[in-house]
């Protein structure tokens, strides 16, 4: 019995695992994935809409240079930590890699809720980060996309690249700020990647 408990802790801890960025603890990209693909369906089933958002510190590489990862890695775990206690529980906040989160708000049918949505993601930022000792002023750059509704909708993967392509542009505006995608950013990208280098 205990033999077969322990197997299936085991089981329970490397599901985990496989699913979570060991750093933050938050659901990594696979399990972000996964439940944009379950919100989508359920809002094309409900006639509902998700919002996504994709968020990037901006200059954080100057936290890695100067202090090291080590302190690079406390910022991110702060990040994540504020991130929970700040926006809804119902919300999905996922670890990307590097200093890139990803935020999913299902069963959206308010235009306003997107700007609501926005505001939580900065208010983590307005306070300085303690690392070391230091106090370092952190902002972060945000692109949002909002998706479902139809059974034609995008999936998971086509949204994913939309927040992006907003989180591009948020950073070529100034950094610090918000995004919301819209279909311009695809032409505009689809014509740099065209133009020649």
Do not use: W
Request: glycine share 6%; aromatic share 4%.
């Amino acid at each position: 019995m205990r033999d077969v408990s322990e197997r299936r802790a085991l089981e329970v801890q490397l599901m985990h695992q496989a699913f979570h960025d060991t750093l933050t603890d938050l659901p990594n990209r696979a399990l972000f994935q996964d439940r944009v693909d379950h919100a989508l369906a359920r809002a094309a089933r409900e006639g509902t809409e998700v919002a996504m958002a994709m968020l990037d510190l901006d200059d954080f590489k100057v936290v890695n240079d100067t202090r090291g990862h080590a302190a690079g890695d406390a910022m991110l775990r702060e990040v994540a930590h504020r991130l929970k206690t700040t926006l809804r529980a119902s919300t999905t906040i996922a670890r990307l890699g590097g200093d890139e989160f990803a935020v999913l708000i299902e069963d959206l049918n308010d235009k306003s809720r997107i700007s609501g949505l926005t505001e939580r993601i900065m208010r983590p930022f307005r306070t300085p980060f303690v690392v070391q000792g230091d106090e370092f002023s952190v902002t972060a750059s945000i692109g949002v996309v909002r998706g479902g509704g139809s059974e034609d909708a995008l999936d998971s993967a086509e949204l994913l690249r939309c927040a992006d392509l907003a989180l591009y542009a948020a950073k070529e505006r100034g950094k610090g700020r918000a995004e919301l995608y819209s279909d311009d950013l695809h032409t505009r990208d689809a014509e740099s990647r065209d133009s020649p280098r």
